[in-house]
């Protein structure tokens, strides 16, 4: 079976790349920048050049693929890569190859909490998409992860921790949110793609645990043996700063305006949940950490 992977070079993407090859699956990955897919080559993957901004180049990567999972996203574009060009009309064009293809099943990466009413565009992008997928004709499942422990725990903040930089942080740091590993997702997706009872289904996946943002530091304090010294952004300020952003960079925009729904909206998830219904176990925080930072 070929499938296609959109957002091959991403942490999920990756992930699922080497999945699927360790599973015996023929993968072909969808990269605009074939040079930074040197580590799905190496995983056993084939290369397609494509871009979700370009109908024509997804006509010829879905060609012959039976399955299609799209783990792209551009939640901190602007301009030619912002969200509304990427997200939003370029998964919708995958949408519509996929079907012309005949593809037999489509895996969307949405987000946890995607509505069409949520204060924060790429949230209301997301569920746009996922009703795009429901009527199009096409057998698909749908997976919302929570926030990926690569980029909102270790990129935004655990990297400046292991550096010894300062750590600027959103708001108080004090309301629990949800981090998961891409790892995790991608094991979620893999068995999504094998499971027939999974079409039709939205999938929502996070870790086993729940964490403020001064939790987080502390994890990778303990990890690291670094005191870090914090710097609070406060919320009053966000709120000033992300309409002013908006139009010098869409994407800094979104994360500011997102960062306040964080810190003062529920933000949890349950884990048991989705332990009971999925056979993917899911990695703690400081786990995932210290093997990272091993």
């Known amino acids: 079976m070929l499938i296609l992977v959109v957002g091959a070079t991403g942490h999920l993407g990756q992930h699922v790349v080497r999945q699927l090859v360790a599973d015996g699956h023929t993968v072909r990955a969808m990269t ?14 084939e290369v397609v050049v494509g871009d979700l901004r370009d109908a024509a180049s997804l006509h010829d990567a879905v060609c012959g693929a039976e399955v299609v999972v799209s783990a792209a996203h551009s939640m901190l574009g602007t301009g030619k890569s912002s969200s509304a060009k990427v997200d939003d009309a370029g998964q919708c064009a995958l949408i519509a190859a996929a079907r012309h293809a005949g593809v037999s099943h489509f895996v969307f990466t949405s987000v946890l909490g995607a509505a069409l009413t949520h204060p924060v565009d790429f949230w209301r992008t997301k569920a746009k998409v996922e009703q795009q997928l429901q009527v199009s004709g096409l057998a698909f499942t749908i997976v919302r992860p929570a926030a990926f422990m690569e980029m ?14 300062r750590v600027v942080i959103f708001g108080p740091g004090d309301n629990p949110r949800n981090y998961v590993a891409a790892a995790d997702v991608a094991s979620l997706v893999v068995h999504a793609v094998g499971d027939a009872s999974l079409r039709g289904a939205t999938i929502e996946v996070g870790g086993p645990e729940n964490l403020t943002t001064r939790q987080v530091i502390a994890i990778f304090e303990r990890v690291t043996g670094r005191r870090a010294t914090v710097v609070s952004i406060p919320l009053p300020v966000l709120r000033a700063m992300a309409p002013l952003l908006a139009p010098l960079h869409g994407g800094v925009s979104r994360i500011l305006r997102a960062s306040v729904v964080g810190e003062t909206t529920n933000q949890a998830f349950d884990p048991a949940s989705f332990q009971g219904r999925f056979p993917v176990p899911l990695t703690r925080l400081e786990n995932w950490a210290r093997e990272r930072l091993a």
């Open 32 to 45: 605009r920048v074939p040079v930074r897919a040197r580590a799905v080559v190496a995983a056993g993957a």
């Open 152 to 165: 909102h725990a270790y990129e935004l903040i655990g990297k400046a921790v292991a550096s010894g930089k």
